[in-house]
T-cell receptor
């Protein structure tokens, strides 16, 4: 089975711009979660989608949003980028029977200048 | 607030030494517990997990962890480390088990000297 894939792997944006990141889960997995990883804050949960519905949300501003499509692929969007948004964004998927056991993708490294 | 603490930020060991990494979580009822590992340049990989049953769980590459409910702890152990175990180790907790959000500790960087 192919693992979780994320595109693009690296991205450089300018402050004030917006960005969209994409995640394809493992085949058969319907839950997709997003995390932000930074040296200072570590790994922080952004949100989770299940069957195209946001089921859970972390403590991030409204500039961070996401969606999930009928094929379980997910996108996250960050609007009005700030320097502090520079981070590794990780996507994880899990099977319907064991939603807390998550499998992570390689991440998208976002740099905001 | 729910939280996970990893007390060791950086651990340096020689090959063949024994390893124990601490992880404590705040009370929150039913929990599912995980250890993930991130090797240099690689993505997070699941090392082991605890959902219920035997509190001593075995994972990949000779790692094991013990769930002690009374201490809210889930410490990771390995009897003899190898240079290839050099990586960052993350403890993670899912409260409730019904939704896919993990709360991670800040991680422990393990350096194994050959």
């Amino acid at each position: 089975k192919a693992g979780v894939t994320q595109t693009p792997r690296y991205l450089i944006k300018t402050r004030g711009q917006q960005v969209t990141l994409s995640c394809s889960p493992i085949s058969g997995h319907r839950s997709v979660s997003w995390y932000q990883q930074t040296p200072g804050q570590g790994l922080q949960f952004l949100f989770e989608y299940f069957s195209e519905t946001q089921r859970n949300k972390g403590n991030f501003p409204g500039r961070f949003s996401g969606r999930q499509f009928s094929n379980s692929r997910s996108e996250m969007n960050v609007s009005t980028l700030e320097l502090g948004d520079s981070a590794l964004y990780l996507c994880a998927s899990s099977s319907p029977g064991q939603v807390s056991e998550q499998y992570f993708g390689p991440g998208t490294r976002l740099t905001v200048t | 607030a729910q939280s996970v603490s990893q007390h060791n930020h950086h651990v340096i060991l020689s090959e063949a030494a024994s390893l124990e990494l601490g992880c404590n979580y705040s009370y929150g009822g039913t929990v599912n517990l995980f250890w993930y590992v991130q090797y240099p340049g690689q993505h997070l990989q699941l090392l082991l997990k605890y959902f219920s049953g035997d509190p001593l769980v075995k994972g990949i590459k000779g790692f094991e962890a013990e769930f002690i409910k009374s201490k809210f702890s889930f410490n990771l152990r390995k009897p003899s480390v190898q240079w290839s175990d050099t990586a960052e180790y993350f403890c993670a907790v899912n409260y409730g088990g019904s939704q896919g959000n993990l709360i991670f500790g800040k991680g422990t960087k393990l350096s194994v000297k050959p």
